[in-house]
C-alpha cells in the first residue's frame, strides 16, 4: 500500500535550519508530484512547497520563498524540504503528499506528520 513517512522534524531555534525528509512506497514515485504541507494549530493546512514529477518544476508559498527549497531524488524515493532562516511562525506540523494521475483516476496521498518547532 502507499506509505509516506516524514522525518526531521524538531525543535530549532529562530534562524535555524532543518531538512524535512519523506521517504515514499507503494506507489510509482517519479510519477507523482510531491508537496510539503503545514498546519499550524488551529489554522487550515496551506501548501508550502510542490515539485513536479522530473523535479524540472517547483512552486512555493509566497512566505517561504527563498528560505524553503524542496527537491526529490527518484532514485531513492524521497522527497525533501530543506529549511532555512526559520521563524517561530514556522510552528507546525509538517506534511508530505503524493498526487498523480492515472487512467483518468486522481490519486492523493498524506504522510503521518512531522512536527517542527522554532522557538527559542
Known amino acids: 500500500q502507499v506509505q509516506l513517512v516524514e522525518s526531521g522534524g524538531g525543535l530549532v531555534q529562530p534562524g535555524g535550519s532543518l531538512r524535512l525528509s519523506c521517504a515514499a512506497s507503494?506507489?510509482?514515485?517519479?510519477?507523482?508530484?510531491m508537496s510539503w504541507y503545514r498546519q499550524a494549530p488551529g489554522k487550515e493546512r496551506e501548501l508550502v512547497a510542490r515539485?513536479?514529477?522530473?523535479?524540472?518544476?517547483?512552486k512555493y508559498a509566497d512566505s517561504m520563498k527563498g528560505r524553503f527549497t524542496i527537491s526529490r531524488d527518484n532514485a531513492k524515493n524521497t522527497v525533501y524540504l530543506q529549511m532555512n532562516s526559520l521563524k517561530p511562525e514556522d510552528t507546525a506540523v509538517y506534511f508530505c503528499?503524493?498526487?498523480?494521475?492515472?487512467?483518468?483516476?486522481?490519486?492523493?496521498?498524506w504522510g503521518q506528520g512531522t512536527q517542527v518547532t522554532v522557538s527559542s
Open positions: 503528499n503524493a498526487h498523480w494521475l492515472s487512467r483518468l483516476r486522481e490519486y492523493d496521498y
Open positions: 507503494g506507489f510509482t514515485f517519479p510519477s507523482a508530484d
Open positions: 515539485i513536479t514529477t522530473s523535479g524540472g518544476s517547483k
